[in-house]
C-alpha cells in the first residue's frame, strides 16, 4: 500500500528557510513523479513543485520559482523541498503527492496524498 509521511513544517520568520521532507513507501522502485502541494484554509490546493523518477527533471509554479529546490533520495525514498526566503503567503500545510498508477501490483485511480505538514511564516 502506498505510503507518505511529511515532516518538517513549523513556525519560521519571514526570510527565513525550511526543510521539508516526505517519505514515500509501496511505491515500487519505479513512478512518473511527485509532487509538493500547499492549501491554505478555504482554498484549493495548488502544486507548488514536481519531480520525476527516474530522471529527476523538476518543475516549479510562479509561488516556489527561485526560492524552492525539490529533490528526490533513490536511497531512502525521500522528497525534500528546501524553502527560502520565505513569506506570510507561504503559510499552509504541505502535502506530498503521488500521481494514480499501478505501484506494487497494485492499481490506485486517484492520487496518494500524505497528511500534511504545517508551515507558519510569522513574526
Known amino acids: 500500500q502506498v505510503h507518505i509521511v511529511e515532516s518538517g513544517g513549523g513556525l519560521v520568520q519571514p526570510g527565513g528557510s525550511l526543510r521539508l521532507s516526505c517519505v514515500i513507501s509501496?511505491?515500487?522502485?519505479?513512478?512518473?513523479?511527485m509532487g509538493w502541494y500547499r492549501q491554505a484554509p478555504d482554498k484549493q490546493r495548488e502544486l507548488v513543485a514536481s519531480?520525476?523518477?527516474?530522471?529527476?527533471?523538476?518543475t516549479y509554479t510562479e509561488v516556489a520559482k527561485g526560492r524552492f529546490t525539490i529533490s528526490w533520495d533513490n536511497a531512502t525514498n525521500t522528497m525534500c523541498l528546501q524553502m527560502t526566503n520565505l513569506k506570510r503567503d507561504d503559510t499552509n500545510v504541505y502535502y506530498c503527492?503521488?500521481?494514480?498508477?499501478?505501484?506494487?501490483?497494485?492499481?490506485?485511480?486517484?492520487?496518494?496524498w500524505g497528511q500534511g505538514t504545517q508551515v507558519t511564516v510569522s513574526s
Open positions: 503527492s503521488v500521481p494514480p498508477g499501478s505501484y506494487s501490483g497494485k492499481y490506485y485511480p486517484l492520487p496518494s
Open positions: 519531480i520525476t523518477n527516474p530522471g529527476a527533471r523538476t
Open positions: 509501496g511505491t515500487g522502485s519505479m513512478f512518473r513523479s
